[in-house]
């Protein structure tokens, strides 16, 4: 995240209170994060464009809340089967067919870059036309409770348990449900899943769609923080990437411990550096960790 954020986010307290800002702000990475693992553990696309869809997941949420009132909270139920929607339309008239034509998973995934650089592009254009370059924000629960010492914004509470909750849910859904089940099959082993009857094809589009819902859930949750710019996604993807690869690719647990360790890199160091190292401090700890755990922190 840009040093913007960090300095949003960043508590003139004590100890415990930067320590409550990084969880917060954790909570809110994990939903970004298991959206994107999903989408690349099950379909290896390489979704450079993630972030977008958390931008436009925003500005929906901005747009609902400005014009119409409803709570950026409850506009989860429109964002989420919205770009759940726009995954699946992505999926079938793209992606499948990029598939198709590429059989062999390592040559999906370099061409699916292309095609999310390309997807990148233009949804930044959609949202320049539709709410030009100005930033936008709004102002929604922003009254401060006591929590122990540290004094916290309510919507950032909301956010951290809306977000955490959305990320369990998900957890356990993948764990304890036929479908979840299903998926973690093809992550492990796609032609032996296909062997046994799982329609491959299929999990792949419910699992883009997934994806690209829960980032539209979590533009929602990030309106409530930040502020609004058709630029705004690049930082987001690139903080997402950060912590799937640290967790482990296609590992959904890696990734919810990683959001945590990003979050709390990203906090600290803002509090106690300048905040634009932050970004510098959390690349010299994926380095580090990479050296040390190259198959990401729960693979292997």
């Known amino acids: 995240m840009d040093s913007e954020a960090t300095v949003a986010l960043k508590l003139n307290g004590p100890l415990f209170g930067i320590a409550i800002n ?3 702000l954790g909570g809110l990475y994990c939903l970004v994060a298991v959206a994107l693992n999903l989408q690349y553990g ?6 450079v464009a993630h972030g977008e869809f958390i931008m436009l997941g925003g500005y929906v949420t901005y747009w609902l809340f400005t014009l119409y009132g409803v709570s950026p909270i409850l506009s ?4 989420g089967p919205l770009m759940f929607a726009i995954g699946l339309l992505l999926y079938g008239t793209v992606l499948r067919k990029l598939l198709g034509t590429y059989e062999v998973l390592e040559v999906f995934e370099a061409n699916s870059i292309l095609v999310a650089f390309g997807l990148l592009f233009v949804i930044q254009n959609i949202a320049l036309l539709l709410w030009t370059g100005t930033p936008r924000y709004y102002r929604y629960l922003t009254d401060n409770v006591q929590v122990f010492t540290a004094t916290v914004p309510l919507n950032r509470i909301a956010v951290f348990l809306f977000a955490t909750l959305a990320s369990l849910i998900f957890y356990f859904f993948l764990r304890k449900t036929l479908v979840g089940k299903a998926m973690r099959a093809v992550m492990q082993h796609r032609i032996g899943a296909a062997a046994l ?3 491959v094809s299929r999990l792949f589009a419910i699992s883009f769609g997934l994806g690209v819902g829960m980032a539209g859930m979590a533009g929602s949750l990030v309106s409530m923080l930040f502020t609004l710019t058709p630029a705004m996604g690049m930082p987001f ?5 950060l912590m799937i690869i640290l967790g482990g690719l296609g590992n959904m647990l890696g990734s919810l411990i990683a959001s945590f360790i990003i979050a709390a890199a990203q906090i600290f160091s803002g509090y106690y550096t300048n905040p634009g190292f932050a970004l510098i401090i959390i690349y010299l700890i994926f380095i580090i960790i990479l050296i040390v755990r190259p198959q990401g922190l729960l693979k292997g």
């Open 42 to 47: 099950l379909t290896r696309t390489v979704n």
């Open 22 to 24: 990084a969880i917060m």
């Open 197 to 199: 009857g799982i329609n």
């Open 237 to 241: 993807t690139t903080v997402a990437f």
């Open 76 to 79: 989860v139920v429109v964002t």
